[in-house]
C-alpha cells in the first residue's frame, strides 16, 4: 500500500508570496521619499496603512473568490483601474462629496456581500465595486504628498491594491471546504463591523 505524501493546501503558495510582497514597503520605508521614487514608495505604502482601505479591498478578493470565475478576477480589476480614475479627481482636485462616507459604507456594504453570500449578476457587483472604488481613489489622489510624483504614487497604490485583492482571493478560496465558507463568512462580518465603526466613528482610520 503506497503512503500518500503530504501536500499543501492549494491556496497556500498563493498566500505565502501575497504576504511576502506585502512586506517589500516596510525594506522600502528606509530610503528617504523623494523624485518617482518616493512617489511610488508613498503611493504603495497608503492603502496599507489605513484599515479601512484595507478591509474593504481585502473584502472585493473575498467576494470574487465567492462568487467564483470571472467575478474572482474581473472585481480585483475593476478596483484598482476605477480607483485610478478617482486618484486623478483627487489629484486635480476635483471635489467628491461624502468621501469618507462612502469608504466607511464600501466596507459595511462588501462584508455583508461576503458574509450573506450575496450572488448578484457579474456586472451589478463590477458597479457596486466599481462605486466605492471612485471613493477610494479619490481620498489617495487628495492625500498625495506635496513632493510625490503624482504617476508613480498613481502606480504604487493601484499595485498594494492589488496585492489586498490577492490576500482576499487567497483566503476566499478556503470556501470549497465547510470549516474554510464558515470562515469567509465570518470575515465578511468582521469587514461590516468595522466599517459601521469607521461610519459612527467608533474605529479611527
Request: glycine share 14%; aromatic share 8%; net charge positive.
Amino acid at each position: 500500500m503506497k503512503s500518500k505524501a503530504h501536500r499543501l493546501p492549494p491556496t497556500t503558495p498563493l498566500f505565502i508570496t501575497t504576504c511576502l510582497l506585502l512586506l517589500l514597503p516596510i525594506t522600502a520605508s528606509a530610503h528617504t521619499e523623494t523624485g518617482s521614487i518616493g512617489g511610488f514608495i508613498s503611493g504603495f505604502r497608503h492603502p496599507l496603512t489605513g484599515l479601512d482601505h484595507i478591509v474593504a479591498m481585502v473584502a472585493v478578493g473575498l467576494w470574487g473568490a465567492y462568487l467564483g470565475a470571472p467575478a474572482m478576477w474581473l472585481l480585483p480589476v475593476v478596483f484598482p483601474v476605477v480607483m485610478a480614475f478617482g486618484g486623478a479627481l483627487g489629484v486635480l482636485g476635483v471635489p467628491l462629496p461624502g468621501v469618507e462616507t462612502g469608504i466607511a459604507i464600501s466596507g459595511i456594504i462588501l462584508g455583508l456581500a461576503v458574509a450573506l453570500k450575496a450572488r448578484p449578476p457579474l456586472w451589478i457587483a463590477a458597479v457596486i465595486v466599481g462605486i466605492f472604488a471612485i471613493f477610494h481613489g479619490h481620498a489617495h489622489g487628495t492625500e498625495l504628498p506635496a513632493a510625490a510624483n503624482a504617476m508613480t504614487y498613481a502606480v504604487g497604490f493601484v499595485i498594494a491594491t492589488g496585492l489586498l485583492h490577492l490576500s482576499g482571493i487567497a483566503l476566499g478560496l478556503l470556501v470549497r471546504w465547510p470549516w474554510g465558507a464558515m470562515v469567509v463568512r465570518v470575515g465578511g462580518a468582521v469587514i461590516a463591523l468595522i466599517g459601521v465603526g469607521f461610519l459612527f466613528d467608533f474605529i479611527k482610520a
